[in-house]
């Protein structure tokens, strides 16, 4: 709290040279360019952890059964620079390990990567076979675009309407931004939500008129087997309860991953590392060192689906490796109406929208 204080006339600066650069977007002194055919934006106002990649990959499930589609992202912490199209040859360090992940699950789907966003979506454009829609992941403060439909995330724990900007708080800019979304969801839900909670927390939130507000919650799924050790245990993670288990992470926020597997494992210990992070012969050593420290005689390791992309299983020997895949799910009818709301935008688009 005291750091956060000291710290609060850089968060005033930062304030302000972030309004600024809003309001000229806004007045139209910085220009936006914006498209004939449909743009999606999911990001959110603060600095990681939402949940943006899951529900990339659950808007780009919805659409790719009829939609030639494309999802161009930064790639954050890949070796490469400028525009990228994913191939064959690609690996996370070329394109980053979330749009590796992307890439990996849904192999008829364009993957690019590019940190100036207009750029990529022209040369998405110009491809002999030029996809339909374009998902674009963690743009929102990317306003040199302007897409089509603005879908916001917040956490359920840390709501942007709590919080404030850089460096006192998490905030990439100021709350007020908000207003350009179109869909704010409410991400990492509890699975038992009731009414009354979703109503106080929308009323928190304040959304406007024209805005819709949605809850997800992760949905966990069988553990996937990395290695032949893992695979003659199976997938089923209450497997686990005989297991001390080692939690290996390298995400914004590993909390519900490190819960969620606390329940089934009979011992846990911990491995994070910073998110994007790519793993090195030195963080081998450390893991199988973290490995055995568990006290049980029977050990495994269990990885995000993110992080098992840029895992070489090899390292670990007879140490069975998994990754727990995740799902993201909807509140009672809202997964219906959410999906609704994206197939309608895709659907009527116009050019003059």
Same mark, same amino acid.
């Given at each position: 709290?005291?750091l956060?204080?000291?710290?609060?006339p850089?968060?005033?600066?930062?304030?302000?040279?972030?309004?600024?650069? /809003?309001?000229?977007?806004? @007045?139209?002194?910085?220009?936006?360019?914006?498209?004939?055919?449909?743009?999606?934006?999911?990001?959110n106002?603060?600095?990681?952890?939402?949940?943006?990649? $899951?529900?990339?990959?659950?808007?780009?499930?919805?659409?790719?059964?009829?939609?030639?589609?494309?999802?161009l992202?930064?790639g954050?912490?890949?070796?490469?620079?400028?525009y990228?199209?994913?191939?064959?040859? !690609?690996?996370?360090s070329?394109?980053?390990?979330?749009?590796?992940?992307?890439?990996?699950?849904?192999?008829?789907?364009?993957?690019?990567? !590019?940190?100036?966003?207009?750029?990529?979506?022209?040369?998405?454009?110009?491809?002999?076979s030029?996809?339909?829609?374009?998902?674009?992941?963690?743009?929102?403060?990317?306003?040199?675009?302007?897409?089509?439909?603005?879908?916001?995330?917040? !956490?359920?724990?840390?709501?942007?309407? %709590?919080?404030?900007?850089?460096?006192s708080?998490?905030? &990439?800019?100021?709350?007020?931004?908000?207003?350009?979304?179109?869909? =704010?969801?409410?991400?990492?839900?509890?699975?038992?939500?009731?009414?009354?909670?979703?109503r106080?927390?929308?009323? +928190?939130?304040?959304?406007?008129?024209?805005?819709?507000?949605?809850?997800?919650?992760?949905?966990?799924? /069988?553990?996937?087997?990395? %290695?032949?050790?893992?695979?003659?245990?199976?997938?089923? =993670?209450?497997?686990?309860?005989n297991?001390?288990?080692?939690?290996?992470?390298?995400?914004?926020?590993?909390?519900?991953?490190?819960?969620?597997? /606390? &329940?089934?494992?009979?011992?846990?210990?911990?491995?994070?590392?910073? !998110?994007?992070?790519?793993?090195?012969?030195?963080?081998?050593?450390?893991?199988?060192?973290?490995?055995? +420290?568990?006290?049980?005689?029977?050990?495994?390791?269990?990885?995000? +689906?993110?992080?098992?992309?840029?895992?070489?299983? /090899?390292?670990?020997?007879?140490? $069975?490796?998994?990754?727990?895949? @995740? +799902? @993201?799910?909807?509140?009672?009818?809202?997964?219906?109406?959410?999906?609704?709301?994206?197939?309608?935008?895709?659907?009527?688009?116009?050019?003059? &929208?």
């Open positions: 709290m005291f956060r204080i000291i710290l609060l850089f968060t005033l600066i930062y304030s302000i040279v972030v309004r600024l650069r /809003n309001f000229f977007y806004d @007045i139209g002194l910085l220009k936006s360019t914006s498209y004939d055919f449909p743009t999606i934006v999911v990001g106002l603060s600095v990681g952890g939402t949940g943006k990649t $899951p529900h990339t990959d659950f808007i780009l499930s919805i659409l790719k059964k009829d939609y030639l589609s494309a999802v992202s930064r954050y912490g890949r070796k490469t620079k400028g990228k199209l994913a191939d064959s040859g !690609d690996r996370p070329t394109i980053g390990d979330e749009p590796f992940q992307i890439f990996s699950k849904h192999p008829e789907i364009l993957v690019a990567v !590019d940190e100036k966003r207009k750029r990529g979506i022209e040369k998405l454009r110009a491809l002999p030029a996809p339909q829609l374009i998902v674009l992941d963690d743009a929102f403060q990317h306003r040199r675009v302007k897409a089509g439909l603005n879908i916001l995330l917040t !956490d359920y724990s840390k709501l942007f309407i %709590n919080d404030i900007v850089l460096p708080g998490r905030l &990439r800019e100021p709350k007020t931004a908000a207003k350009r979304a179109d869909i =704010i969801v409410v991400t990492k839900s509890p699975k038992v939500l009731s009414p009354l909670e979703i106080r927390i929308t009323n +928190e939130l304040k959304p406007k008129a024209y805005q819709k507000v949605f809850f997800s919650f992760i949905d966990y799924q /069988n553990l996937r087997p990395l %290695n032949v050790a893992a695979k003659e245990i199976g997938e089923s =993670i209450s497997n686990m309860k297991f001390g288990v080692l939690a290996l992470s390298a995400i914004a926020n590993p909390k519900p991953f490190e819960l969620h597997l /606390n &329940r089934y494992a009979k011992e846990i210990n911990y491995v994070r590392f910073r !998110d994007h992070h790519f793993f090195n012969e030195k963080d081998y050593q450390k893991i199988k060192e973290k490995v055995s +420290e568990l006290f049980s005689p029977q050990k495994a390791i269990v990885t995000t +689906e993110k992080d098992a992309v840029k895992l070489d299983v /090899n390292k670990f020997g007879e140490i $069975p490796v998994f990754s727990l895949p @995740i +799902e @993201i799910k909807f509140h009672k009818h809202e997964e219906e109406d959410f999906t609704k709301e994206i197939k309608d935008y895709v659907r009527s688009y116009t050019r003059e &929208r």
